[in-house]
């Protein structure tokens, strides 16, 4: 099989799950803390604050899912099979967030807007922690046959340390949404949303550390291309100093680069992901060296990934000029009116 090929597959589905991250992570923030506000103009400003780009994000998760189906078919076979309670769980989510956004200004009862605004919260929830979980999970490794088969149950999932990625993903989404809102709005909403963020950022840096010194300890695989290869140590390092400059931009009120700097952040811890886990999309629990899904050995035929590469080639910079126009048609502050959320 082409090295070069699946290497550009490898990169092309990390880099899908970046941009669903960076972009999808502060919409689902704004979910989880929608219950948190006391008023409904309140809850309306932070659904019109995501209501322009929360769908366009799935896109990057059918390149994931297109990429692996065509890519590497034992990698989504194994995931698909192995995973298929977590991902069903996920799409769950994904689905019920998308319909209490849309049932919720359909009536003006209250009963009816707070059952899905409670909806819309959990499902939030529901995603980030399942994303997490996912990846905890791939970073710790699942039990996998000779064939690539999982051979796990389903409470292996919930081991300590994926319920701890769980936990950050969680945290991590809602400090990347609060600062997102605080972009979007004004007035006394604006000012109080302030005061979260400072919160938001504090439980954020806790669980990063928790996560990293966890890491360091018990997942010692994931620093060992960092040890082969010393430079790639500024990876992991400009993370935490994008980290580190999140709270110190929004003690000076520039909240747009208090938000890059958190893109930023993601962007990097999950290249730190990347290289810790490369080559394997599913680590093996039992010999990973011989058992690990990988992009070499779990490819799929030269012909698909060529054919995908160019359909993938010719479609993006579509999804790339419609999200800069979309993102900047509704950059300013939020405005609600009648046909509004």
Same mark, same amino acid.
């Given at each position: 099989?082409?090295?070069?090929?699946?290497?550009?597959?490898?990169?092309?589905?990390?880099?899908?799950?970046?941009?669903?991250?960076?972009?999808?992570?502060?919409?689902?923030?704004?979910?989880?803390?929608?219950?948190? *506000?006391?008023?409904?103009?309140?809850?309306?400003?932070?659904?019109?604050?995501?209501?322009?780009?929360?769908?366009?994000?799935?896109?990057?998760?059918?390149?994931?899912?297109?990429?692996?189906?065509?890519?590497?078919?034992?990698?989504?076979?194994?995931?698909?099979?192995? !995973?298929?309670?977590?991902?069903?769980?996920?799409?769950?989510?994904?689905?019920?967030?998308?319909?209490?956004?849309?049932?919720?200004?359909?009536?003006?009862?209250?009963?009816?807007?707070?059952?899905?605004?409670?909806?819309?919260?959990?499902?939030? /929830? *529901?995603?980030? !922690?399942?994303?997490?979980?996912?990846?905890?999970?791939?970073? &710790?490794?699942?039990?996998?046959? &000779?064939?690539?088969? !999982?051979?796990?149950?389903?409470?292996?999932?919930?081991?300590?340390? @994926?319920?701890?990625?769980?936990?950050?993903?969680?945290?991590?989404?809602?400090?990347?949404?609060?600062?997102?809102?605080?972009?979007? *709005?004004?007035?006394?909403?604006?000012?109080?949303?302030?005061?979260?963020?400072?919160?938001?950022?504090?439980?954020?840096?806790?669980?990063?550390?928790? *996560?990293?010194?966890?890491?360091?300890?018990?997942?010692?695989?994931?620093?060992?291309?960092?040890?082969?290869?010393?430079?790639? =140590?500024?990876?992991?390092?400009?993370?935490?100093?994008?980290?580190?400059?999140?709270?110190?931009?929004?003690?000076?009120?520039?909240? /747009? &680069?208090?938000?890059?700097?958190?893109?930023?952040?993601?962007?990097?811890?999950?290249?730190?992901?990347?290289?810790?886990?490369? @080559?394997?999309?599913?680590?093996?629990?039992?010999?990973?060296?011989?058992?690990?899904?990988?992009?070499?050995?779990?490819?799929? =035929?030269?012909?698909?990934?060529?054919?995908?590469?160019?359909?993938?080639?010719?479609?993006?910079?579509?999804?790339?000029?419609?999200?800069?126009?979309?993102?900047?048609?509704? &950059?300013?502050?939020?405005?609600?009116?009648? =046909?509004?959320?």
């Amino acid at each position: 099989m082409d090295f070069t090929l699946s290497f550009i597959w490898y990169l092309v589905i990390g880099i899908a799950i970046i941009f669903y991250v960076a972009l999808d992570g502060f919409d689902l923030g704004t979910g989880m803390l929608h219950l948190f *506000t006391k008023t409904d103009r309140d809850r309306r400003i932070f659904l019109n604050a995501i209501g322009p780009v929360w769908d366009g994000n799935e896109v990057w998760l059918v390149i994931v899912a297109g990429g692996l189906l065509a890519g590497f078919p034992p990698v989504y076979a194994t995931l698909l099979s192995g !995973f298929y309670n977590l991902i069903m769980i996920f799409l769950c989510g994904l689905i019920f967030r998308a319909v209490a956004i849309e049932f919720r200004s359909k009536q003006t009862s209250l009963v009816w807007r707070k059952i899905w605004d409670i909806t819309f919260s959990v499902a939030s /929830f *529901t995603i980030g !922690f399942i994303l997490g979980l996912g990846l905890g999970n791939l970073i &710790q490794g699942v039990p996998l046959d &000779q064939e690539g088969n !999982f051979i796990g149950s389903f409470s292996l999932f919930f081991r300590p340390y @994926p319920i701890l990625i769980g936990l950050f993903t969680t945290t991590l989404f809602i400090m990347h949404g609060s600062i997102y809102l605080t972009m979007k *709005t004004e007035g006394m909403l604006h000012e109080r949303l302030r005061i979260w963020v400072k919160r938001c950022i504090l439980l954020f840096v806790i669980t990063y550390f928790i *996560t990293t010194l966890s890491t360091w300890m018990f997942m010692p695989h994931m620093a060992e291309r960092i040890k082969e290869y010393r430079w790639l =140590s500024l990876v992991p390092i400009a993370a935490l100093l994008a980290i580190l400059n999140v709270p110190r931009l929004f003690a000076l009120k520039k909240d /747009f &680069q208090a938000f890059l700097f958190s893109c930023l952040g993601i962007i990097l811890m999950l290249v730190v992901f990347g290289i810790g886990t490369f @080559p394997n999309l599913v680590r093996s629990l039992i010999q990973p060296d011989l058992l690990s899904l990988n992009f070499l050995n779990a490819s799929g =035929s030269e012909l698909n990934l060529t054919v995908l590469l160019i359909i993938v080639a010719i479609g993006l910079p579509f999804v790339f000029c419609y999200s800069a126009m979309i993102y900047r048609i509704f &950059q300013g502050k939020v405005k609600i009116e009648s =046909s509004s959320y």
